[in-house]
């Protein structure tokens, strides 16, 4: 068993930045990949970015490459997301969630992942 626990979310006008952070717990020598998702009202979960716990591999969604970025700090079970040049579209609940799952490739579907936190919510204000 993995757990997750999200800090840092809330408000923040157009053009700011936040960052989100993800404490891991359990068993985490077992994680293949770490990432962030988000979900808006009414829409689907969708991937926000994600790195491999052990190689360090990044994936960006196309809406946040250049703007956000991810990172890991393996000795204290920690995943930062950077969030800079903040949008009105990037309101949502952001969720950290882990894959013990060695995929072939990296992996971008929630139902990938096997790990979920509660959430945090982000809001930007125009």
């Known amino acids: 068993q993995v757990q997750l626990v999200e800090s840092g979310g809330g408000l923040v006008q157009a053009g700011g930045s936040l960052r989100l952070s993800c404490a891991a717990s359990g068993r985490t020598f077992s994680m293949y990949f770490m990432g962030w998702f988000r979900q808006a009202p009414g829409k689907e979960r969708e991937l926000v970015a994600t790195?491999?716990?052990?190689?360090?591999?990044?994936v960006y969604a196309d809406s946040v490459e250049g703007r956000f970025a991810i990172s890991r700090d393996n000795a204290k079970n920690t995943m930062l997301l950077q969030m800079n040049s903040l949008i009105p579209e990037d309101t949502a609940v952001y969720h950290c969630?882990?894959?013990?799952?060695?995929?072939?490739?990296?992996?971008?579907?929630?139902?990938?992942?096997?790990?979920w936190g509660q959430g945090t919510q982000v809001t930007v204000s125009s």
């Open positions: 969630a882990a894959t013990v799952t060695n995929w072939t490739g990296v992996p971008r579907r929630p139902g990938e992942y096997d790990y």
């Open positions: 790195i491999g716990w052990r190689t360090g591999r990044i």
